[in-house]
């Protein structure tokens, strides 16, 4: 079976022409000649982002069907200029979450996390299965007391979207607050929804904006916000959309993905990217075979069991390793400046907020959910 770790009817919001075609760059495919095979411009939604018995049927279930229809029905109504209500809001964000989750880097996280040896990491969910499972229920709600803004582009250059499409930062960080809320403080989200629209996600205690759905207040506890769901900001500067979309190549694990008739611009930004860091593995880091990279991860973890698996970590699971590392980096070491961002931050930070959002819903702490890092 042919299973999409992003949904089809995701990136059909970026085929305007609704021929099901998209433009394609593949940042780790390469052809005899040993250079990387350019851009296609009419590459099938079909077989975008899709990996054969990925995930044993898992993402092309019934149940799995089910849930994304409703997600991607909000998200197209978001695209439609509705105004949405508070029963739509679950559908944006267990969207962003089940998609978080779903990906090649989640799973890779959690099949090495089961095989880890020590009590001390056997915290939180330990399964990929159970980790989707959860985070389409339940580990999506601490999203709906982020400030949401809906990023309106009015520019020629669309938004970019990859295999790995939700892009997660860290604005800032904080050594003097506790493990739980210290997940939460600066996180920025960034999600593409279609080629002039994405979804931008901020912490309410550094930025200027308001939790999407509720306010804490000492006395009343957890009150509802009004109708109106987004902030929404129109960019009209060219530069920043660029900004925007240099994030996906640095987030995406092989393909990035734009309208038709927009693979040159794939293209340049990813050969940008590899200019401005050290090496392009930073950028290009993986391998297209996932079941080496698993094998790695899985040795990296838990360590050789027999001769022959520490022989082949050392011929090649290592260099597969240290490439990962690179690419997992790149995020933390890209500066994006989106002036979008920095316009909102705020200069007094509210550091009490999380631990107030915590203290009401007992939400279980953040690092349990959306959860994808590297060893």
Not at 100 to 126: C, M, W
Not at 351 to 371: A, C, F, R, S, T
């Amino acid at each position: 079976m042919n299973e999409h770790i992003v949904p089809q009817a995701y990136l059909q919001n970026f085929a305007p022409d609704e021929e099901g075609l998209i433009s394609r760059y593949s940042l780790i495919d390469k052809h005899e000649g040993d250079d990387y095979y350019p851009p296609r411009d009419r590459y099938p939604i079909s077989k975008a982002a899709s990996y054969e018995d990925f995930a044993n049927g898992l993402l092309e279930s019934g149940e799995a069907n089910i849930a994304e229809r409703e997600m991607i029905r909000t998200i197209r109504n978001i695209l439609d200029g509705e105004v949405l209500s508070a029963k739509d809001v679950p559908g944006v964000s267990s969207f962003i979450s089940f998609q978080t989750t779903r990906g090649i880097s989640s799973r890779l996280y959690y099949n090495a996390k089961q095989r880890l040896p020590h009590d001390e990491f056997a915290e939180g969910v330990q399964d990929w299965s159970s980790a989707i499972s959860y985070n389409t229920s339940d580990g999506h709600t601490l999203l709906q007391y982020m400030g949401w803004v809906l990023i309106e582009n009015k520019t020629d250059l669309p938004f970019f979207t990859s295999d790995e499409p939700v892009v997660e930062s860290q604005g800032k960080r904080f050594d003097n607050v506790d493990t739980a809320a210290k997940e939460m403080i600066g996180r920025q989200i960034f999600c593409p929804i279609g080629p002039d629209h994405l979804l931008l996600l901020l912490d309410p205690s550094l930025y200027d904006v308001d939790g999407l759905l509720y306010e804490v207040d000492p006395e009343g506890g957890i009150q509802e916000l009004p109708d109106e769901m987004f902030t929404r900001i129109e960019v009209a500067d060219r530069n920043e959309i660029w900004k925007f979309n240099l994030l996906q190549p640095l987030n995406a694990y092989r393909e990035v993905f734009a309208p038709v008739g927009n693979g040159d611009y794939l293209e340049q930004a990813v050969e940008w990217l590899c200019s401005a860091f050290p090496d392009e593995d930073f950028v290009r880091g993986n391998t297209r075979d996932f079941e080496k990279m698993l094998r790695a991860y899985i040795i990296a973890a838990s360590g050789p069991n027999s001769p022959e698996q520490r022989e082949w970590y050392l011929r090649e699971g290592s260099d597969v390793i240290n490439s990962r590392g690179k690419k997992l980096k790149s995020l933390e070491n890209f500066s994006h400046s989106i002036s979008v961002i920095s316009d909102l931050e705020v200069d007094n930070p509210d550091m009490e907020y999380w631990n107030e959002i915590l203290d009401v819903i007992g939400q279980v702490p953040p690092e349990q959910y959306l959860d994808a890092e590297s060893l």
